[in-house]
């Protein structure tokens, strides 16, 4: 069974997209912020797939894309980047801290599910 961690200041992005991939059949966790996220990562194992968006309230996505890259767990879960259009400098920034593609809101279970289907596979 897959694992993911959703962050994202939103409660509902965080609720739905949660509730779509429990329904894939995935365990999914959510943090509000970079820090939450990190603090989730640091105390419990690594997910397989973290979605984190590309503005967080307490620090940019690629920073905390970098942030997740660095922490020392030797593990290397599958990043996408969270954004509401496709900003080719906010993707080119995300893909050079460490993101390994994009997922973009507003979504629904049929486009969530495309996007992650390539991803799934390589997070096992």
């Not at 739905?16 to 966790?29: E, K, N, P, S």
């Not at 920073?63 to 400098?89: C, H, K, M, T, Y």
């Not at 801290?97 to 969530?112: M, Q, V």
Request: with cysteine; charged share 25%.
């Amino acid at each position: 069974m897959h694992t993911c961690l959703v962050v994202d200041e939103s409660e509902v992005i965080r609720k739905v997209a949660a509730r779509i991939m429990f329904q894939m059949g995935m365990v999914v966790d959510g943090a509000e912020s970079a820090d939450a996220a990190l603090k989730v990562l640091r105390e419990g194992a690594m997910p397989d797939l973290i979605i984190v968006a590309g503005t967080l309230p307490d620090q940019s996505g690629e920073d905390a894309v970098r942030a997740i890259r660095s922490l020392p767990s030797g593990e290397r879960p599958v990043i996408l980047g969270l954004l509401v259009d496709e900003n080719l400098g906010k993707m080119t920034r995300l893909k050079r801290a460490g993101a390994n593609g994009f997922i973009y809101k507003p979504f629904d279970r049929e486009r969530l599910a495309g996007w992650l289907s390539p991803y799934i596979g390589a997070a096992a």
